[in-house]
C-alpha cells in the first residue's frame, strides 16, 4: 500500500497560507494518482482547489489526533514542518508547556513569564530518573548529563542556543542552579554558591537591553562545571567568546548599554561611591544613545547590591570592587571628554585644560591628564629611524576615545573572568570530568549586518555542522547496534559554506591579508572577495544594486552582509601611547590589566584578547592577531572541546517578538526552527528510518494483520513472515536484532490497514449482530403473539361469566334497595314524630320554671330594700350617739385638765413631788420665772382655744337638732321615696355589671399580656442561654484557635531546630571527609618523603556535650598522657576548642569568630586550608545555632506568654457582667493557689525527706570510709543494686560497651542494656559524690554513640538499637535528675549532679539518630517508589493489553542497566522494606508514638515521589494505571492497618496520591464531571488538577482524550475553591515532621535485674 493511498476523504492534510504559515484542511473527495487538483475544505469552513502539481505535489499530511500534543516530535507519524509547528504551538498554548523534545534535542520556547517549575522539588523529581519517562524540562536534559557522565565517566556538554531573548541566559542559570544542587547535597561545600554567583556578575558586565530582550548576553560563554570522584562539584572554569565591545560606546535607539554603567549610575548616592563623581545615566554620552535607560520591573540600585554580593561571594575584597568600580566610572567620563577641532579645515583637535570629565577620569584611574589630552589629540609615527608627532582630526580624535573605552572595558572583562576562575578553580583536587555548558548566540540576521553577525553566523555553521555529524552518528550507532545497513542515510554537509569562510583563501583569510596592507579597504576588501568566490562558490552571491556588500548561502537562510567596517573592526586598533600612560597608573589594578600586554604570548583560554596594540615601533607578532583570527583559534578550540564530550542540545526559540506571555507567532517560529536546526533533526530522521517498535509492541498492536500461523513464542518470525504481505516494498521497514524500522508514513499506512481491517470486521460483526438481534425479536414477537392470543380468549371466556354474575347480582341489589327504601321512609317519619313531641313538652316545661323564678325574684328584691332601709336608719342613730359620747367625754378630759394644771402651779405640790430637793430650788429659780412667763401665755391660749371650743360646741348642738328633724322628716316620706331608691339600685347594678364586665376584659387581656411577657421571658431566658453557650464555643473556639497557633509555632521551632541539627551533622560530617582527606594526603606525603614526629598529627576537636553536638574523640598522644595524668573530664564546648596555633591571615572568617566569641585554633600542626576553614567554619556554625536556638526559645517563651495574657484578656472581657462567674473565677483562682502552695509545701518537704536519705546516706559512707571495722552492709541498705566502674576502666567500657561492639552481638541483646549499664555506673559515680566522672560518663557516652551511629551509618538495626540506647537513657537521667518532680515515687532518689546538659544532648542524640534511620530508610526507599507504585503490574494483564500508538524512542541517556535493575521491583519489596524498618524498631520496644511519626514520613515520601513523578510523566497519566495506583497505594494502607500504625496521620499522607488516581479514573466529558471533581480532589491543588488533566493520554482506541473545553471548565471551577497552602504543582519531597519523643518513666534499674554476657567483656564492673 503507498502512501499516496491514504489521501482519502477525510484525510487531514497541512496547505501553505501566508499568516499562519500552515493552516488544517480536509479532503472532500479521494485523492486519485494523474489528477492535477484535490477539493480541500479549510478550518474556516471555505472550500478551495489545490494544485497538485510539482514542485507542490500532494499537502502534507496530519497526524492522528491521539498524537496532537505529544512531547517528542520524533514520535509522530508524519515528519515534517508543519506537524512540528503544530505540535509545538498546541503544548505551547494549550497545555502551557514550553519545553518539548525533538530527539536529542530540547526545544524551549520563552514564555515571557515566571513559571513556578523551576523549585527545589522539581530537581528532586527529576534528579535520577530517566529521560524517556519524565515531561520535557531543561532538568532532564542536565539529569541525563549528570548520570551519563557519572556512569561512563566521560565528559559531557550541554549546548544551549538560540535568538537574542529566547531565554538561552535562564536556560543556562537554571542548569548550573541544577547541577549546584544535585552536585553539591552530598557534602555541602561552598562551590556550588561560588558557581552561582557568578552569573549576577557576568550578567551585569556582559548583558545588555536589545529591542529583542531585556536582558541580551552580548557575549559567548562556555562554562566547565568540574566534578570530583563521588559525583559532587568541586571546581568550574569560564571561558568567553567575541564580546560586543561597540555597545561601550554606541547603542541603538531603545537598547542599552552594559548593565553595570546603569547599575553604578543609579546607586551613585551611596556614600561609598560619591567619589566617582557619577551623574544620572541620561548626562553620560556612552549611556544615553538609546534615549531608553531605564528596564520595567527591575531596579538598579538592588541589581548592584546582588552584583556586589556576588563579588564578595567569589572572595573579591571591597577595596577591589571599588577599584573596578572607578574604572567603569573613569570609561564614562572618558565619554563626555569634549575634543574640539581646530587649525585649518580642521585637521588638528585639542581638549580644553580645564575640561572637568578628563580630570575625573585621571583622577580615578591614577594617571596625567595632560598626558592623556595630548595622546588623544596626536600620534607618534617612526619616519626613517625618527620619532614625530603627528596631530589628528577631531573625528579621529573621538575614534581614539572610543577605541581607548573599548579596549579599557575589554581588559577589565578579561580580567574579572580571570579573577572567577581563579575563585572556582579546584583547590583540593582536579577534576575528575566536567559537564559544559555553551550559553552562545544563535543565528542572527538583521536589515543591516555587519562584522558582528558574520562572526556569530559562522560559529552557528560550526555548531550546524557538530550537531549534523552528531545525529548522523547516534543513527549509526542505532543501526549498527539493530545490524542494519546505514549506507542509505543522507544528510546535507554545510562543510561547503564553512569552506568558504575559514578555509585557504576564504574571506576570513582576505579580510587578514587586506588589514595587513597599508592602505587596506573595505572596497579592495569587496573587489577581492568577488574575484575569488563569486562564479566559484555556490554559496557565495553578489547583490544586484551593491558594490560593497556580499551574500551567503547559510545553512538557515541568505544572508546579506555590508562590507563597511569590517578591516576596523577585524583589526580593533588601539594606539599604544594612551596604553603606556595607563600601565604607568597608580592605581594597581589598572596598571595590572595592560602590564599583561607587555609580555605579549600566547591566547588566553578563558577568554579573547580582541585586539591590537599599534605603535610607531614595530609591534610583536603576537600584537598583530586580528580579530577574526582569535576568533576562530578560540572558535576551533571550542569545536575541539566539543567534539571531545557528550553533546546534549537545548534549542531556545521566541515565542513573539512582542514580549507577551503565551502569545505564539507562527512566521517567528518556523524561522527560528529553521535557523536552530530543528528541522533538520527531523528531515535526518525522516531520511532513515524513524518509526521504530520493538517486536513485541508492534505484534501487540498489529497482531489483527498478521494473519496465518501466528506463533507468540517467536514474535519476530511471525513478525518477519507476514510483513513483506502487508508492506510490498522492502525499502520502507527494516528488521533489527530487537525493532523493526519503518521508513516516514509506512506507520500511518499500516494504520490504515489496522483502520480498514477493523472497520471490516466490525461490519462483519454487526451484520451478525444485528441478524442475531432480528432473529430474536422475531422469536420474541412470535412468542408474544402466543401469549396475548392465550391472554385474550381467557379474557373473553371470564368476561362471559363475569356477566351472567353481574346479572344476578343486580336483581339481588335491586330487591335489597327497595326494602330499605321503605324501611328508611318509615323510620324517618317516626324519628319526625318523636322529635316534635319532645319540642312541645319542653316549651311548656321552659314557661313554668321561668314564672317560678320571676316570683321569686320579686320576694328577694323586696326582703333586700327593706333590709337596705334599716341599716340605713340604725346607722343614723349610731352615728348621732356616738357624737353625743364624744362630746361628754371631751367636757370630762377638759375638767381634768384643768385640774392637774392648778396642782401643776402650787409650790406644796411641788414639794410634796420632790422632796428632798429644796437644795436645787434655787438654781431652778430662773427657771421658774421663765416657767411663769410660758405658762401665762399658755394661759391665754388655753382660753382662746375655750372660747372656740364652746363655739363649736354650740353648732354641733344645733347642727344635730336639725338632724332630728331631718330624721323624724324622713320616716315620714320613707315609704315614696322606696320605689326611687329601687330603681337607682337597678341602675347601680347594671352599672356594676358592666363594670365587672369590662374588669374581666380587663382581666383577660391582662391574663393574656402576662402570659405573652412569660413567653417573651421564656425566649429571653432560652437566647440569653443560647447567647451564653455561643460566647463560650467561641471563647473555647478562641482559646483552641491560641492552642493550636501556639502549637503550630512549637511545631516550627521544633523543626527549624531539628533542620538545624541536621544542617550541624552535616558539617561535623564535611568535617570529617576533610580531616580524613587531610590525614590521607599528610599519610602519602610522608609516605615518599620521610617519616614525620607523632607530635605533627592532627589534634581534633575535642569531645563536646552541648546540645548542638557530641562528635567522637580524636586526641592527640600528648593530649591521652595528659587526660591520664589529671584524671578530668573536661567539658568543651566548640565554642572554645584546645587548638593551639594562632592562624596568620587575616580573613574575614576572623573577624566573624571575633563577633561570635569563637576562640580562634591553636594547633600547631594543621595543615591543609580547606580543612582550617572548615574547622573554624564549624566552629563558627555551632556557637551561632547556639546562640540563635537559645534567643529563638527567649523569644518562643515570651510569645507564649503574651498569648496566655492575651487570652486571659479576652476571657475576662467577655464575662465582665457576670458576678456569680466573676466570682467562681476568683474562687477557682483562690483554690488554683491554694494547690500551688500546697504542691510548693509538698515538693519542699520531699525534697528535705530525698535530702536526709541522700545526708544519711553520705554520713553512712563517710563513717563507712572513717571506720573500717564497720560493717560493709550498712550502705546496702540505702541505695543497692548500681555497678561500681573503676575509673581506669571507663574507656574500656565505653570501648566493650558501645564503639567495638558487633552488629550480630548487639542485636541479640535485650532492648536498652547498653543504656541501663551505663545508667547503673553513672549512679554510683554520683552515690559517691564526683560530680566530674558523672559528666565525664555521660559525655564519653553521648560522644561513643554518636561514633557508633557514624560508624553503622547504613545499617539500620544498629541505628535503631543506638536510638533506643540513647532514649532510654535520656528517659533515666531525666527520671532521676533533680529538677525532676518524683511525686508518687518515695522510694526514687534523685542524682546530685545536675545532668540537665547531658539529657539534652542525649536528646539531640536521639533526634539525630531519628534522623539517620530515616536516612537510611529513603536510601532504600527512593529508587523503588516509582517502580513499583507506578510502574509494577500488580494486577496481572491490567496494562500490557494497550500500546500507545506514538511509541517515542528512548534516549541517548538512557541506561539498560538501570532499566533492567528497577524492572522487577515491585509493591512486595516496598512493603519488605517498610516491614523491615517496622521489625527493626518494634525489636528495640521503642514508643508506638515514635513508630508512628516515623511511617508518618516514610508514607509521605512514597506519596509525595510517587505524586511528583505522575505529575511528570505522560505515559502514567491513564485510566489502567490509576486503578493501578490506586491497588498499589491499598496495599500499603492495609499494611498501615496490619501493624495498627493508621492513627499516627501515616493514612492521610496518601490522600493526594489516592486523589489522583480516581482522578485518572472519572469521567471527564460534562460540567457535572467537573463539579464531582473538583469535590473529590481537595488534597490536590489547582495547578496539579489541571496538569494531570492535560497529561492524560489514551493508552487504547476506545478511550478519549481530555478536552480543552473541559479543561477549562475544571478551571473555572477551580478559581472559587480556597486552599489553605499556597499554590505549587509538585509536593515537597524535602519536608521534613518534627519527631518528638515521649516521656515515659522507665521501671525502676537494678544490677540483679540485668543479664550480661560474657561476650560483652565487661565483667570488671563491680555489683555494689
Not at 508514607?1499 to 502514567?1516: C, H, P
Request: net charge neutral; with cysteine.
Amino acid at each position: 500500500m503507498a502512501t499516496t493511498e491514504l489521501y482519502t476523504k477525510g484525510a487531514c492534510v497541512w496547505v501553505p497560507d501566508p499568516e499562519a504559515v500552515w493552516v488544517s484542511a480536509q479532503l472532500l473527495q479521494d485523492y486519485h494518482p494523474g489528477d492535477q487538483q484535490i477539493l480541500i475544505q479549510l478550518s474556516d469552513g471555505r472550500e478551495m482547489e489545490y494544485p497538485v502539481l510539482p514542485p507542490a505535489g500532494l499537502p502534507p499530511l496530519g497526524n492522528p489526533d491521539i498524537l496532537e500534543g505529544e512531547n517528542d516530535l520524533t514520535a509522530l507519524t508524519f515528519l515534517h514542518e508543519p506537524a512540528v509547528l503544530h505540535n509545538l504551538r498546541v503544548r505551547f498554548l494549550d497545555y502551557s508547556s514550553i519545553y518539548t523534545y525533538c530527539g536529542i534535542v530540547l526545544v524551549a520556547l520563552n514564555p515571557y513569564e515566571q513559571l513556578p517549575i523551576y523549585g527545589e522539588e522539581v530537581i528532586d523529581a527529576y534528579s535520577g530518573q530517566d529521560m524517556a519517562d519524565m515531561e520535557p524540562h531543561i532538568f532532564s536534559v542536565a539529569e541525563e548529563a549528570y548520570c551519563t557522565m557519572t556512569r561512563e565517566e566521560k565528559n559531557q556538554s550541554i549546548i544551549i542556543s538560540g535568538e537574542s531573548g529566547s531565554g538561552k541566559t535562564v536556560s543556562a542559570k537554571y542548569t548550573m542552579r541544577y547541577f549546584a544542587v544535585v552536585g553539591g547535597a552530598a557534602q555541602q561545600t561552598s562551590v556550588e554558591e561560588k558557581v552561582l554567583a557568578s552569573n549576577p556578575i557576568m550578567e551585569a558586565i556582559g548583558n545588555a537591553k536589545t529591542t529583542r530582550n531585556d536582558n541580551s548576553s552580548r557575549f559567548g560563554k562556555y562554562i566547565e562545571i568540574g566534578f570530583g570522584r563521588k559525583g559532587d562539584i568541586i571546581g568550574a572554569n569560564m571561558r568567553t567568546y567575541l564580546l560586543e565591545k561597540s555597545r561601550v560606546v554606541f547603542q541603538a535607539a531603545q537598547e542599552r548599554n552594559y548593565h553595570i554603567f546603569y547599575q553604578l549610575c543609579a546607586s551613585r548616592d551611596l556614600p561609598e561611591l560619591r567619589t566617582l563623581k557619577l551623574d544620572s545615566a541620561e548626562n553620560f554620552h556612552y549611556t544615553n544613545h538609546g534615549q531608553d535607560v531605564h528596564i520595567s520591573g527591575t531596579d538598579d540600585v538592588v541589581e548592584l547590591e546582588r552584583t556586589r554580593n556576588a563579588f564578595t561571594i567569589l572572595g573579591v575584597q571591597p577595596d577591589q570592587q571599588m577599584e573596578i568600580f572607578r574604572i567603569l566610572a573613569a570609561i564614562l567620563h572618558l565619554g563626555n571628554v569634549n575634543i574640539q577641532a581646530s587649525g585649518r579645515g580642521g585637521d588638528r583637535s585639542y581638549i580644553n585644560a580645564d575640561d572637568r570629565s578628563l580630570a575625573v577620569f585621571a583622577k580615578l584611574l591614577g594617571v596625567e591628564g595632560a598626558q592623556m589630552a595630548q595622546w588623544l589629540c596626536h600620534r607618534r609615527l617612526a619616519v626613517g629611524g625618527e620619532m614625530l608627532v603627528k596631530p589628528i582630526t577631531g573625528q579621529q580624535a573621538n575614534e581614539a576615545r572610543d577605541a581607548l573605552a573599548k579596549h579599557v572595558y575589554e581588559q577589565l572583562f578579561t580580567w574579572t573572568v580571570h579573577r572567577l576562575n581563579s575563585s572556582l578553580r579546584a583547590h583540593r583536587e582536579q577534576p575528575k570530568s566536567f559537564i559544559g555548558v555553551l550559553d552562545i548566540y544563535g543565528f542572527e540576521t538583521f536589515d543591516r549586518n555587519s562584522f558582528e553577525q558574520f562572526c556569530i553566523n559562522y560559529a552557528n555553521e560550526k555548531l550546524q555542522q557538530q550537531f549534523n555529524r552528531h545525529v548522523f552518528q547516534l543513527e549509526q550507532e542505532e543501526y549498527l547496534r539493530e545490524e542494519l545497513p546505514w549506507n542509505r542515510i543522507e544528510f546535507s554537509d554545510n562543510q561547503p559554506c564553512i569552506a568558504l569562510i575559514e578555509g585557504q583563501l576564504g574571506l576570513l583569510d582576505l579580510l587578514d591579508e587586506e588589514c595587513r596592507m597599508p592602505k587596506g579597504s573595505d572596497e579592495n576588501w569587496a573587489r577581492k572577495v568577488y574575484d575569488q568566490h563569486l562564479n566559484h562558490s555556490p554559496y557565495f552571491r553578489k547583490p544586484r544594486m551593491s558594490n560593497s556588500a556580499f551574500i551567503i548561502v547559510h545553512f538557515a537562510d541568505l544572508v546579506q552582509y555590508e562590507c563597511d567596517g569590517f578591516l576596523d573592526k577585524n583589526r580593533d586598533t588601539v594606539f599604544e601611547e594612551p596604553i603606556n600612560i595607563l600601565r604607568a597608573s597608580q592605581s594597581e589594578l589598572v596598571a595590572e590589566l595592560f602590564q599583561k600586554e607587555s609580555a605579549g604570548g600566547s591566547l588566553p583560554n578563558s577568554s579573547l584578547a580582541n585586539g591590537s596594540v599599534r605603535s610607531g615601533k614595530r609591534a610583536h607578532r603576537e600584537h598583530k592577531l586580528s580579530v577574526g583570527f582569535q576568533f576562530r583559534q578560540s572558535l576551533h578550540l571550542l569545536m575541539d572541546t566539543l567534539n571531545s564530550t557528550t553533546p546534549h542540545y537545548v534549542r531556545c526559540i521566541k515565542s513573539n517578538d512582542l514580549k507577551q506571555p503565551f502569545l505564539f507567532d507562527p512566521k517567528r517560529a518556523v524561522q527560528q526552527l529553521r535557523a536552530c536546526g530543528v528541522l533538520e533533526t527531523i528531515r535526518i530522521s525522516a531520511a532513515g528510518y524513524p518509526s521504530r517498535w520493538t517486536y513485541e509492541e508492534f505484534f501487540t498492536r498489529y497482531r489483527v494483520l498478521l494473519r496465518g500461523s501466528v506463533s507468540q513464542d517467536d514474535v519476530r518470525r511471525s513478525c518477519q513472515s507476514v510483513l513483506p504481505d502487508l508492506i510490498p516494498d522492502p525499502e520502507q521497514y527494516c528488521f533489527g536484532k530487537t525493532k523493526v524500522f519503518f521508513r516516514a508514513g509506512q506507520v500511518a499506512v499500516l494504520e490504515k490497514l489496522r483502520g480498514d481491517w477493523l472497520c471490516a470486521a466490525g461490519v462483519l460483526i454487526q451484520s451478525w449482530v444485528r441478524g442475531w438481534l432480528q432473529r430474536r425479536r422475531y422469536q420474541r414477537l412470535r412468542w408474544a403473539t402466543f401469549i396475548l392470543q392465550r391472554y385474550t380468549r381467557g379474557t373473553l371466556a371470564r368476561r362471559l361469566a363475569w356477566t351472567i354474575r353481574y346479572t344476578r347480582a343486580a336483581l339481588i341489589i335491586q330487591k335489597t334497595y327497595r326494602m330499605l327504601a321503605v324501611r328508611q321512609l318509615y323510620m324517618a317519619i317516626r324519628e319526625a314524630t318523636i322529635k316534635i313531641q319532645a319540642f312541645i313538652r319542653g316549651t311548656q316545661a321552659r314557661r313554668i320554671y321561668r314564672q317560678v323564678l320571676t316570683e321569686r325574684a320579686v320576694v328577694f328584691l323586696q326582703a333586700q330594700v327593706r333590709g337596705w332601709l334599716a341599716r340605713c336608719s340604725f346607722r343614723r342613730v349610731r352615728a348621732a350617739v356616738v357624737l353625743m359620747q364624744c362630746c361628754v367625754r371631751r367636757r370630762a378630759a377638759r375638767k381634768e385638765l384643768l385640774q392637774l394644771r392648778a396642782e401643776a402651779r402650787s409650790v406644796e405640790k411641788y414639794r410634796e413631788l420632790n422632796k428632798g430637793m429644796e437644795v436645787k430650788l434655787m438654781q431652778l429659780q430662773l427657771r421658774a420665772d421663765q416657767q411663769a412667763r410660758a405658762s401665762a401665755s399658755l394661759r391665754e391660749t388655753l382660753q382662746a382655744e375655750r372660747e372656740s371650743h364652746s363655739s363649736e360646741l354650740e353648732q354641733l348642738r344645733s347642727s344635730l337638732l336639725k338632724l332630728q328633724v331631718q330624721l323624724q322628716e324622713n320616716a315620714n316620706t320613707a315609704p315614696l321615696l322606696a320605689d326611687k331608691q329601687q330603681e337607682d339600685m337597678r341602675k347601680a347594678e347594671e352599672k356594676a355589671a358592666q363594670e365587672i364586665l369590662h374588669l374581666t376584659q380587663e382581666i383577660q387581656a391582662l391574663r393574656i399580656e402576662r402570659e405573652s411577657l412569660e413567653k417573651e421571658k421564656e425566649d429571653l431566658a432560652i437566647r440569653l442561654q443560647d447567647q451564653e453557650k455561643a460566647q463560650e464555643e467561641s471563647r473555647q473556639q478562641s482559646v483552641d484557635q491560641a492552642d493550636a497557633s501556639v502549637r503550630a509555632e512549637l511545631e516550627e521551632e521544633r523543626r527549624r531546630y531539628q533542620s538545624l541539627l541536621r544542617e550541624f551533622t552535616r558539617l561535623e560530617q564535611r568535617y570529617d571527609n576533610l580531616r580524613d582527606m587531610s590525614l590521607f594526603s599528610t599519610n602519602e606525603h610522608s609516605r615518599g618523603h620521610r617519616r614525620t614526629d607523632s607530635t605533627v598529627s592532627l589534634e581534633p576537636l575535642s569531645p563536646v556535650t552541648t546540645p548542638f553536638s557530641s562528635s567522637p574523640v580524636f586526641p592527640s598522644p600528648e593530649e591521652v598522657r595528659r587526660i591520664s595524668i589529671t584524671e578530668e573530664v573536661r567539658r568543651i564546648s566548640v565554642t572554645s576548642p584546645t587548638d593551639r596555633r594562632p592562624w596568620s591571615l587575616e580573613q574575614p572568617l576572623n573577624v566573624l569568630m571575633e563577633d561570635m566569641s569563637v576562640a580562634k585554633d591553636t594547633a600547631e600542626r594543621m595543615k591543609g586550608e580547606d580543612l582550617r576553614y572548615a574547622y573554624d567554619a564549624v566552629r563558627v556554625a555551632n556557637k551561632f545555632l547556639e546562640t540563635q536556638l537559645l534567643s529563638q526559645r527567649e523569644q518562643w517563651e515570651q510569645e507564649i506568654s503574651a498569648l496566655r495574657m492575651k487570652l486571659q484578656q479576652a476571657h475576662d472581657r467577655d464575662t465582665p457582667g457576670d458576678p456569680e462567674i466573676n466570682e467562681l473565677m476568683e474562687e477557682v483562682a483562690v483554690r488554683e493557689q491554694e494547690c500551688v502552695r500546697l504542691r510548693r509545701e509538698l515538693k519542699e518537704l520531699k525534697h528535705t525527706v530525698s535530702l536526709r536519705r541522700i545526708l544519711s546516706y553520705a554520713g553512712l559512707a563517710i563513717g563507712a570510709s572513717q571506720d573500717p571495722t564497720s560493717p560493709g552492709p550498712q550502705k546496702s541498705q540505702t541505695l543497692s543494686g548500681l555497678l561500681e566502674c573503676r575509673k581506669r576502666d571507663e574507656s574500656k567500657l565505653i570501648k566493650h560497651l558501645i564503639t567495638d561492639v558487633r552488629a550480630e552481638g548487639v542485636l541479640t541483646l535485650s532492648p536498652g542494656l547498653a543504656a541501663r549499664v551505663l545508667f547503673l555506673c553513672i549512679r554510683q559515680a554520683d552515690c559517691s559524690g564526683d560530680k566530674t566522672r558523672v559528666k565525664g560518663l555521660c559525655g564519653s557516652a553521648c560522644s561513643a554513640i554518636k561514633t557508633a551511629m557514624k560508624k553503622h551509618g547504613n545499617d539500620l538495626d544498629m541505628t535503631a538499637v543506638w536510638l533506643k540506647n540513647a532514649h532510654l537513657l535520656k528517659d533515666l537521667l531525666n527520671q532521676h535528675s533533680p529538677q525532676q518532680d518524683v511525686r508518687g515515687c518515695e522510694e526514687l532518689v534523685p542524682l546530685v549532679t545536675d545532668v540537665q546538659e547531658s539529657v539534652r544532648a542525649l536528646g539531640d542524640l536521639c533526634i539525630q539518630a531519628y534522623q539517620q534511620l530515616l536516612s537510611i530508610s529513603e536510601s532504600h526507599l527512593q529508587p523503588m517508589i516509582v517502580p513499583a507504585m507506578l510502574e509494577s503490574e500488580t494486577i496481572p494483564g491490567l496494562a500490557g493489553s494497550a500500546v500507545k500508538l506514538g511509541v517515542g524512542r528512548k534516549r541517548a541517556g538512557s541506561d539498560p542497566r538501570l532499566l533492567a535493575s528497577t524492572e522487577g521491583t515491585t509493591m512486595g519489596v516496598v512493603l519488605r522494606e517498610l516491614s523491615a524498618v517496622h521489625t527493626a524498631l518494634s525489636r528495640q520496644d521503642l514508643p508506638s508514638a515514635l513508630l508512628e511519626q516515623a511511617f508518618h514520613q516514610l508514607m509521605y515520601l512514597l506519596a509525595a515521589s510517587a505524586l511528583n513523578s505522575l505529575l511528570l510523566r505522560k505515559d502514567m497519566c491513564c485510566w489502567n494505571r490509576g486503578l493501578q495506583i490506586r491497588y498499589n497505594v491499598s496495599l500499603l494502607e492495609e499494611w498501615l492497618r496490619s501493624r495498627s500504625l493508621q492513627t499516627g496521620g501515616a493514612v492521610a499522607t496518601l490522600e493526594p496520591l489516592i486523589q489522583a488516581a480516581q482522578l485518572l479514573q472519572m469521567s471527564k466529558k460534562t460540567e457535572a464531571d467537573g463539579q464531582a471533581m473538583v469535590q473529590t480532589c481537595n488534597a490536590l491543588s489547582n495547578q496539579q488538577i489541571v496538569k494531570i488533566l492535560s497529561l492524560y493520554t489514551p493508552q487504547s482506541d476506545l478511550e478519549e482524550r481530555v478536552t480543552l473545553n473541559f479543561i477549562r471548565i475544571v478551571q473555572g471551577l477551580l478559581k472559587g475553591r480556597s486552599e489553605g497552602q499556597p499554590p505549587q504543582l509538585l509536593m515537597d519531597v524535602r519536608r521534613v515532621f518534627p519527631v518528638t519523643f515521649p516521656y515515659q518513666p522507665p521501671p525502676q534499674v537494678t544490677a540483679a535485674q540485668l543479664e550480661i554476657p560474657e561476650s560483652l567483656k565487661i565483667s570488671f564492673l563491680r555489683r555494689v
